[in-house]
Nanobody
Framework: QVQLQESGPGLVKPSQTLSLTCTVSGGSITANYYYWTWIRQSPGKGREWIGYINYSGSTAYSPSLKSRTSISRDTSKNQFTLQLSSVTPEDTAVYYC????????????????WGQGTQVTVSS
């Protein structure tokens, strides 16, 4: 059974870079044509699709976040990582990683695998 676990600091200062890692167990991130995605949900807002890295290493990002976002992977550790630069308090959210067999949107039902989420607060 594939499981996803997010990890990273829960508090980031404004203007710094947020870095989160998703560790995948029970399956390879390079297999089965899967897409590995980051999604976030802020208080009072809906879920927001951030971007993905797929089985071949190709990436795509939300146009609104593209200039600040980078998603990479470490296949030896079966992990993929989100970096979001120049954060502001508006980036405070619960961040989720998820896996699906195609490019999907921000809703949980679109994914086969979904992490438990990790709270990130941007504050000085």
């Amino acid at each position: 059974q594939v499981q996803l676990q997010e990890s990273g600091p829960g508090l980031v200062k404004p203007s710094q870079t947020l870095s989160l890692t998703c560790t995948v167990s029970g399956g390879s991130i390079t297999a089965n044509y899967y897409y590995w995605t980051w999604i976030r949900q802020s208080p009072g807002k809906g879920r927001e699709w951030i971007g993905y890295i797929n089985y071949s290493g190709s990436t795509a990002y939300s146009p609104s976040l593209k200039s600040r976002t980078s998603i990479s992977r470490d296949t030896s550790k079966n992990q993929f990582t989100l970096q979001l630069s120049s954060v502001t308090p508006e980036d405070t959210a619960v961040y989720y990683c998820a896996g699906s067999p195609s490019h999907s949107g921000p809703m949980k039902y679109e994914y086969d695998y979904w992490g438990q989420g990790t709270q990130v607060t941007v504050s000085s």
